[in-house]
C-alpha cells in the first residue's frame, strides 16, 4: 500500500517544450555575443543542445572560455520563467490522490521556483526539494533516502514518477523504491520500471492495484 508519492517536475508534471523556446533565447543571447569566438555553425549546434542537456554539459563540450561559462551560469542562476504554464492532461486528477506528495527537482534554484509558482502547484506538496548542484552536493538519491527516513516510509510505501531513466527513476531504482515512467512519446519501451504510461493519470489505475 502506497502513502506517498514523489513527483520529478520537468517533463513530469509539465512539457519543457512549451517554455523552452523563450528560456533558451535569453540564454543564446548571452553566448552570441560570443560568436567570434565560436563560429557561426557551432552556435547553431550550441542553441539546439540547450534545450536538451544541461547548461553545464554543453559549455565543456564546445570549450566555453571560462568567462563565457561563468557568464552563463550567473544567467541561469538569475532568470525566472513568468508566464503561466499549463500541467500534462491527467495532473488535476492526480493530484487530488489522498496520498503525501513530496515535489524533488533538479535544476537552477530561482528557475524551478518559478516554474512552480507559475504552475500554480506549491499547495500540492508537503515539501518541495529542488537540487541545485550550484548550491549543494545533494542528489535525487539523498532526497529520497532522506523523505523515507524522516517520515519513517519503507521502500514499498513510496512511489516516484518521473520521466528520466537517468535521473529520479534510476535513484528510485538503486534504493528499491517503484517506479512510475512517464513516458508520453514511448522513448524508453525497454526501461525496466514498475509501472509505465504514456498518460499520467494512469498512477491512479497502478496505486489501486
Ligand atoms: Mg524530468
Given at each position: 500500500m502506497?502513502?506517498?508519492?514523489i513527483?520529478?517536475?520537468d517533463?513530469?508534471?509539465?512539457?519543457?517544450?512549451?517554455?523552452?523556446?523563450?528560456?533558451?533565447?535569453?540564454?543564446?543571447?548571452v553566448?552570441?555575443?560570443?560568436?567570434?569566438l565560436?563560429?557561426?555553425?557551432?552556435?547553431?549546434?550550441?542553441?539546439?543542445?540547450?534545450?536538451?542537456?544541461?547548461?553545464?554539459?554543453?559549455?565543456?563540450?564546445?570549450n566555453?572560455?571560462?568567462?563565457?561559462?561563468?557568464?552563463g551560469?550567473?544567467?541561469?542562476?538569475n532568470?525566472?520563467?513568468?508566464k503561466?504554464i499549463?500541467?500534462?492532461e491527467?495532473?488535476e486528477?492526480v493530484k487530488?490522490?489522498p496520498?503525501v506528495?513530496?515535489l524533488?527537482?533538479?535544476?537552477?534554484?530561482?528557475?524551478?521556483?518559478?516554474?512552480?509558482?507559475?504552475?500554480?502547484?506549491?499547495?500540492?506538496?508537503?515539501?518541495?526539494?529542488?537540487?541545485?548542484?550550484?548550491?549543494?552536493?545533494?542528489?535525487?538519491?539523498?532526497?529520497f533516502?532522506?523523505?523515507?527516513?524522516?517520515?519513517n516510509?519503507?521502500?514499498n510505501?513510496?512511489l516516484?514518477?518521473?520521466d528520466d531513466?537517468?535521473?529520479?527513476i534510476?535513484?528510485?531504482k538503486?534504493l528499491?523504491?517503484?517506479?512510475?515512467?512517464f513516458?508520453?512519446?514511448?522513448?524508453?519501451?525497454?526501461?525496466?520500471?514498475?509501472?509505465?504510461?504514456?498518460k499520467?493519470?494512469a498512477i491512479?489505475?497502478?496505486?489501486l492495484?
Amino acid at each position: 500500500m502506497k502513502k506517498a508519492l514523489i513527483f520529478d517536475l520537468d517533463n513530469t508534471i509539465y512539457p519543457v517544450s512549451s517554455i523552452a523556446d523563450e528560456l533558451f533565447e535569453s540564454l543564446f543571447s548571452v553566448v552570441e555575443e560570443y560568436r567570434d569566438l565560436l563560429g557561426n555553425a557551432e552556435l547553431q549546434n550550441i542553441k539546439e543542445e540547450f534545450t536538451r542537456r544541461p547548461y553545464q554539459e554543453v559549455a565543456d563540450k564546445y570549450n566555453f572560455s571560462k568567462a563565457l561559462k561563468q557568464k552563463g551560469l550567473n544567467h541561469l542562476q538569475n532568470i525566472t520563467y513568468n508566464k503561466p504554464i499549463t500541467t500534462y492532461e491527467g495532473y488535476e486528477e492526480v493530484k487530488t490522490l489522498p496520498h503525501v506528495k513530496f515535489l524533488v527537482t533538479s535544476g537552477f534554484t530561482n528557475l524551478q521556483n518559478s516554474k512552480v509558482k507559475m504552475l500554480g502547484i506549491e499547495n500540492d506538496f508537503l515539501e518541495i526539494h529542488i537540487v541545485d548542484p550550484q548550491i549543494a552536493s545533494l542528489t535525487k538519491k539523498d532526497i529520497f533516502a532522506n523523505i523515507l527516513l524522516k517520515y519513517n516510509y519503507s521502500r514499498n510505501e513510496v512511489l516516484v514518477i518521473g520521466d528520466d531513466p537517468e535521473s529520479e527513476i534510476k535513484a528510485a531504482k538503486s534504493l528499491g523504491i517503484d517506479t512510475f515512467l512517464f513516458d508520453p512519446l514511448n522513448k524508453y519501451p525497454n526501461e525496466e520500471v514498475s509501472y509505465r504510461s504514456d498518460k499520467l493519470v494512469a498512477i491512479i489505475d497502478c496505486l489501486l492495484q
